[in-house]
């Protein structure tokens, strides 16, 4: 059985700074693709920040240089530091991890960035 299980959302001022966890199991972790998605009120989901298998990231645009996402293997986790919180941050973080054959998701964990 497949689970990603995301922590270390929650509440934090503007400017503050989040680490989300992403703990698979149930996957060959190192041979995925993994990846932070969001999706605020009202919003589609948008990727925020992708890792390779091979260790290669991507960031949407508007948060380069503010998060920076990093993965271990040996613990099966994919991370997201989060830097220089803004209230338009504010949503549900979503871990995928993905190979050519399976996409699987995580239930998500929110993050409320406001004072």
């Known amino acids: 059985q497949v689970q990603l299980v995301e922590s270390g959302g929650g509440l934090v001022q503007p400017g503050g700074s989040l680490r989300l966890s992403c703990a698979a199991s149930?996957?060959?972790?190192?041979?995925?693709?993994m990846g932070w998605y969001r999706q605020a009120p009202g919003k589609q989901r948008e990727l925020v920040a992708g890792i390779t298998a091979g260790g290669s990231t991507n960031y949407a645009d508007s948060l380069k240089g503010r998060f920076t996402i990093s993965r271990d293997n040996a613990k099966y986790t994919v991370y997201l530091q989060m830097n220089s919180l803004r209230p338009e941050d504010t949503a549900v973080y979503y871990c995928?991890?993905?190979?050519?054959?399976?996409?699987?998701w995580g239930q998500g964990t929110q993050v409320t960035v406001s004072s």
């Open positions: 995928n991890a993905g190979n050519w054959r399976h996409v699987y």
């Open positions: 149930g996957i060959a972790f190192s041979g995925y693709n």
